[in-house]
């Protein structure tokens, strides 16, 4: 229902931008970003409120990480820089429709997720 991209390999120090579009969907209250590398859980990223005035990073991504959305493109982006190699791991956009801030970082709360897309950063 999402589709992500974006992904590649990449060196240490280097970027990549990943997108995600919801074709058909026209609301969703909040958009984020979660990963999973292998053999851990999906942690939590980054997400952004529709207006964009609410935005949360996890404290691994702060300062590197930049998530944005064009609402009239129903896209959501996420601007990867500094990447490191731990940053490796498969990224999935999710769309939650009533998603609130307080269990913004939770992927319970999120309804509709992408296929996933993979980041790899060598070091």
């Known amino acids: 229902q999402l589709q992500a991209s974006g992904g590649g390999l990449v060196q240490a120090g280097g970027s990549l931008r990943l997108s995600c579009v919801a074709p058909?969907?026209?609301?969703?209250?909040?958009r984020g970003w979660f990963r999973q590398a292998p053999g851990k859980e999906r942690e939590f990223v980054a997400t952004?409120?529709?207006?964009?005035?609410?935005?949360i990073y996890a404290d691994s991504v702060k300062g590197r990480f930049t998530i944005s959305r064009d609402n009239a493109r129903n896209t959501v982006y996420l601007q990867m820089n500094s990447l490191k190699p731990e940053d490796t791991a498969v990224y999935y956009c999710?769309?939650?429709?009533?998603?609130?801030?307080?269990?913004?970082?939770?992927?319970?709360?999120?309804?509709?997720w992408g296929q996933g897309t993979l980041v790899t950063v060598s070091s």
């Open positions: 058909g969907r026209t609301f969703s209250r909040y």
């Open positions: 952004i409120s529709w207006s964009g005035g609410s935005i």
């Open positions: 999710a769309a939650g429709s009533r998603t609130i801030v307080s269990s913004a970082t939770e992927a319970s709360r999120y309804d509709y």
